[in-house]
Structure formats: C-alpha cells, structure tokens
C-alpha cells in the first residue's frame, strides 16, 4: 500500500472523526438541557404526589397513576445517566480514532518543500485550512458539551438512598491491594471454629449479622403486638448499622469525621458495657450525610464483633471489649461512602469492595484478619452486601449485586462460578436466599430470580415498581418489594407473576426481615408492621407506630425486638403483659 493512499486513507478517519465528535457533542448538550428540565420538576411532582396518598387511600386511579409515573421516573433518570456514560465513552473512542488518523496523516504525509504550482496548491492549502479549522471547532464543541455535562450532574442533588442496612470504605493509608492485618492480643481464649453447617446453625439462635442469620432464624417473636417500650438509650456516635446481638450482648458502631468505634450494650436492660475505638486515619473519605462513617452492619460469633468502617478500617474485639485484630483496606473512595455489610460464613469473612478504581470480593480468617482469598474482577460500584446460599449438598455459594452485573463465587476459594450483565442503576439492595435460590430487586434494573450454579435467571420482571434501598424478601412463593416511594409489591416467586400491591403513606429504608414465620418491616415514619406471608394477597396483621425515623433494620432477640432510630436512640420493645 503506498503513502498517498495510506495518507488520504488517515485523512479521511480524521473527517469521520471528527464529524461524529461534532454530532455527538450535540447530542450529549441536547440530553443534559432535556434532563436538567425534566428530572427535577418530576421530582418534585412525585414528591408533593406522595405526601397525598393518605388523603386519597381509597382513590385506586391516584394510587396506580402515582405508580407508573414513579416508575417513569426512575426508568428515565438511570436511562440519562446511562447514556451519558455511554456518551462519555463514544467521546473518547472518536477522540483516539481522531488522534489515530492525525498520527496517520503525520507518518505518511510529504512535507517536502515544493514551489506552489497553482490553483491545485492553493485549493489544497485551502482544504487544509478547513481541516484544522474544523477540527478545532469540534474539539471545542465536544469539550464545552462534556464540560457543562459534567458539571451539570455533579451539581444535581444526591439521590437520598441510605444504603440497605441503613445503607454505603474510605481514604487508605496504604498503597496494597490488600489488607494488611494486625494482631494486637494473644489467641488462647478462642472458640474454635465450628463447620459452617454447625457454624450457620449456632448463629441462628441470635441475630449475628446483616438481616439476622443466614439459615432461618430461631429467635421468638414477642407474646403479642401490644408493644411497650422496656428501656431506651442513646448511641454515642451516630450511624445508619443496625444492632446485631449474641447470647445477651448488643452490639453496633458509630462513626464521625473525629472518631469511630464499636459499642456493647446490655440486652436486659440497654446498659453500655464497653467501647472499643479505631484508630485515627491520615485521610477521611469523602461520605454523604444519609451514609456517614458507619454504615455496614457488624458481624459477631462466638469469639468476636467485627465491624468495616467508611475509612476502610476493619476491627475485631472479643466480647470484653479488647480489640483482637485490625486492618486497613485500600483505596476507599466511593460516592455516597462504602455501605456493604460483611458476611461472617463459619471461618470466613466476605467483603464486596466495589470501589470506584477496582472491584474485588474479599475472603478473611475472622479470628486473625488474614487473606484467604481475592478475587478482582471488572464490575462496577455498589453499596450492597453479599449473600450466602447453601445448595443442597452443602456446597456453599456467594451472591454478590453490582451496578452492572450480578456474580456468584465459590465461599471456600473465591473463585467465580458464574456472571450475568443483568443490573444497572445504582445497587444498594442485596439479595434473599427462598427455597434454594437467590432473590433479588433494585431500582433502575430488574426484580430476578437465580438458581445458586446457573447464570440464566428463572425469570425477570421489569414493570414493576422495584426497592432502592430495602431489599427483597420471600415467603409462602411470594416475593416481597418494600419500596421507597411507600408501595409493597408481590410477586409469584416460582414465575415474577405480580400478585398484589399495598400503598403506606411513607417509604421503606429498612430492609423486611423474616422471623417465626412473620415479615417485619419499618418503614420511615418509624411504623412497624407485622406481615403474614400469602400468595393471595396483603395481609397486615399488626403495627405499632414507634414514632421515630427508623432506617435500620430490626434486630429480635429472646422474645424483644431492637431498634436503632434515625436520632441515634436504641429502643427496646417487648410484649406488654
């Protein structure tokens, strides 16, 4: 091939370049002034919309019209952002074939000196001079479009999505793709760690983690709904965790920009017992208000309460309050702040850190912070936490939820057992295991259903309206979606069929649990409500109204329920005689 035809060859790459650059500069301003005039009106709209639906609870038409404009809503605001990374990327890709053409046009082009012979010459010159010029207007175009797109969205307020145990770790203070474990006291004491069959089965008598146990948990529900409220007390740091209880032990953490610890209270009678504090870090991370620096819930067994902080900062403490190990884990930056709760699995410890830079699923020995496993992988952020499912012989399976794809790994290795690019949007919620398969709903992607070992769903459904903080549970075939904007949605869980639909005149923050046999939710205005699962329809069997914000999830143990207010207020509720 010789150098004139490589030359025009270049040159026309650069004015195909370059055209597109221009045509998409402009779709790119024409999609950011359409959303910057739309979006936020339609907020406000749903906004003032919902605060009517305890006005016209019996008006079906209102209720089923608020619905779909939601869902519009929300279909809409993932769709822009969507594209304007997808915009993003295009820019960047039209740049490189830009700059790959001019590189063309510089290595094959004659530039020896030639006397002008003409109107030939001065046509060519003149060509050129259209060439750069061109080019420098599209590159002003593409870059002033990036710009005020740019600027436009971080200018947008934050969508208010605490992460799902309240939910959202931050700066490191080290350049290691690991974390580095420290052990601060000796390990005689310890328990030793049972099988995880044996180990799961333990801990369903208490409410050791995120949502309580992973097997179904053992723990009563009050006498009766006739609720009173036995003590109450206050949480020194405040945080969006929520209580988790071993034997007669509570424990939770709280953080601020100043400091961050773990606290241990009396479940008789809300004493505290002790506190344990980290460590102060070089660099805070950057949090939003509605996260903060403690939002993933702790785990805790027989030996240890283990608590992630925003900072990246993870500490294990025995049940007096002595810290037995920390470690640092790296590069915590995340928008919002790190949210996902870990899960303790016998002797391991999984954390989903789906950072901005890289995304990795972590596998430590809870009793000495050490690395099992790693695994990196090319995801996405996320603020949800991992699930553990148990297949039929016993082999143990990890559900993770990304912003782009939903993952399963072995629990013993880490190693990824299968992916589906199914999810988008931002995914706080995570997943609930029914009947030997993964369950799961977010907004802005898909309400799903998984078998532990196979990428291809069960089913989908994506016309309803879907959780963005609450996640999803699943009784009697029936999953449930606790919903943000106040509705309660049921699917079939054998086919996503919708069942039925229930509207509250607030939202849900707080994931639902399951105990005896019951669905517990709170939703936002702090109203309890006691569910019994149907695949018929909604049945409300009791609520107390706790008058108090409530975000966290609550914990049940030994007959009380245990509730952490959004006024950092640690409530104890019991059966009144």
Not at 145 to 164: F, G, N, Y
Request: proline share 6%; aromatic share 8%; charged share 15%.
């Amino acid at each position: 091939m010789n150098r004139s035809l490589l030359y025009h060859l270049s040159r026309n790459l650069c004015l195909v370049a370059l055209a597109f650059l221009l045509l998409l500069g402009c779709l790119l301003a024409a999609e950011s002034q359409r959303a910057s005039k739309a979006l936020p009106g339609t907020e406000v709209i749903i906004a003032d919309l919902r605060g009517q639906i305890g006005e016209k609870s019996g008006d079906q038409q209102f209720v089923d019209s608020l619905r779909d404009l939601d869902l519009l809503y929300r279909q809409t605001y993932f769709r822009h952002h969507d594209r304007m990374n997808l915009g993003r990327i295009l820019a960047a890709a039209g740049l490189f074939a830009f700059l790959a053409g001019a590189a063309g046009m510089a290595i094959t082009g004659d530039y020896a000196l030639r006397k002008p012979s003409g109107a030939a010459t001065a046509a060519q010159l003149q060509q050129n001079t259209y060439l750069r010029h061109g080019l420098a207007a599209a590159m002003a175009v593409v870059m002033v479009a990036l710009v005020i797109t740019t600027i436009r969205d971080a200018s947008q307020p934050q969508r208010q999505t605490p992460p799902a145990d309240a939910p959202r770790p931050g700066a490191a203070e080290t350049a290691s793709s690991q974390a580095a474990a420290t052990k601060t006291i000796p390990l005689a004491d310890l328990v030793p760690v049972l099988p995880l069959p044996e180990a799961l089965a333990r801990a369903a008598n208490f409410w050791p983690g995120f949502r309580g146990s992973i097997l179904p948990n053992q723990n009563r529900l009050p006498a009766n709904w006739n609720l009173r409220t036995a003590w109450s007390t206050k949480v020194p740091l405040p945080g969006y965790n929520s209580p988790v209880i071993w034997e007669n032990r509570i424990y939770l953490t709280g953080g601020d920009k100043k400091e961050r610890a773990i606290f241990c209270f009396s479940l008789e009678d809300g004493s505290l017992l002790w506190t344990c504090k980290a460590d102060h870090v070089a660099k805070l991370p950057t949090v939003t208000d509605d996260t903060g620096y403690a939002a993933p819930t702790a785990v805790v067994d027989d030996n240890s309460v283990i608590a992630v902080f925003a900072t990246g900062q993870i500490i294990a403490a025995d049940h007096q309050g002595n810290r037995r190990w920390t470690s640092q884990m790296p590069d915590q930056e995340i928008s919002y702040g790190y949210a996902a709760s870990p899960l303790l699995a016998g002797d391991t410890l999984v954390l989903q850190h789906d950072m901005e830079k890289q995304q990795t699923i972590l596998g430590l020995d809870p009793l000495t912070g050490n690395i099992r496993w790693q695994t990196t992988r090319p995801a996405a952020t996320s603020w949800s936490s991992p699930t553990l499912l148990l297949t039929a012989d016993g082999f143990p399976v990890i559900f993770t939820a990304g912003s782009a794809k939903a993952e399963a790994f072995d629990l013993t290795t880490g190693k990824q057992l299968w992916e589906n690019e199914c999810l988008g949007g931002e995914v706080a919620t995570s997943a609930f295991v029914y009947q030997g398969n993964f369950y799961f709903a977010n907004a802005g992607t898909v309400a799903i259903a998984f078998e532990p070992l196979s990428p291809t769903p069960r089913w989908q459904n994506h016309n309803v309206p879907m959780p963005d903080v609450a996640s999803p549970v699943a009784a009697e075939n029936t999953m449930y979606l606790f919903t943000s904007g106040g509705t309660v949605i049921g699917l079939n869980a054998s086919t996503g069929e919708e069942l039925f639909e229930e509207n509250f005149d607030n939202g849900f923050y707080s994931s639902p649990v399951i105990v005896g046999g019951k669905i517990i939710a709170v939703n936002l205005d702090g109203k309890l409500i006691v569910v019994t699962p149907s695949s018929e329809r909604f049945i409300l069997e009791a609520e107390h109204d706790l008058e108090k914000s409530v975000v966290a999830i609550p914990a049940f143990a030994q007959g009380r329920i245990i509730i952490r207010t959004v006024d950092n207020q640690l409530l104890c509720l019991e059966a009144a005689p």
